[in-house]
């Protein structure tokens, strides 16, 4: 099992930009691809990113797709998503998860992820 932290949400304007990043702890990092997931109140988690355990190969979902970079530090045991350009509808709790894989290949269902991080708030004010 991989603890994993989430840090760096916070109130943004539109147009605005966040960091966040994903501290884990526990087990070798890089064995494991990691994702972005967000849920908003009333909706169903949805998958926002991933990136295979070597930082190689990054997957996003299409409404993100140009405006949200997912890099990891392996040596730092981290996994970071530079958001830009928010709208309010990016308004979120935002989770970080864990997937052992050496794979070049990315899953977008989080049922596939092992470990999860307890979320952090991201709002995006119009």
């Known amino acids: 099992q991989v603890q994993l932290v989430e840090s760096g949400g916070g109130l943004v304007q539109a147009g605005g930009s966040l960091r966040l990043s994903c501290a884990a702890s526990?087990?070798?990092?890089?064995?494991?691809?990691m994702g972005w997931f967000r849920q908003a109140p009333g909706k169903e988690r949805e998958f926002v990113g991933a990136?295979?355990?070597?930082?190689?190969?990054?997957d996003y979902a299409g409404s993100v797709k140009g405006r949200f970079t997912i890099s990891r530090d392996n040596a730092k045991n981290t996994l970071y998503q530079q958001m830009n350009s928010l709208k309010p509808e990016d308004t979120a709790v935002y989770f970080c998860?864990?997937?052992?894989?050496?794979?070049?290949?990315?899953?977008?269902?989080?049922?596939?992820?092992?470990?999860w991080g307890q979320g952090t708030q991201v709002t995006v004010s119009s």
């Open positions: 998860a864990a997937k052992p894989s050496l794979a070049f290949t990315l899953s977008v269902d989080p049922n596939e992820y092992d470990d």
């Open positions: 526990g087990r070798t990092f890089s064995n494991y691809a």
């Open positions: 990136i295979t355990w070597s930082g190689r190969y990054t």
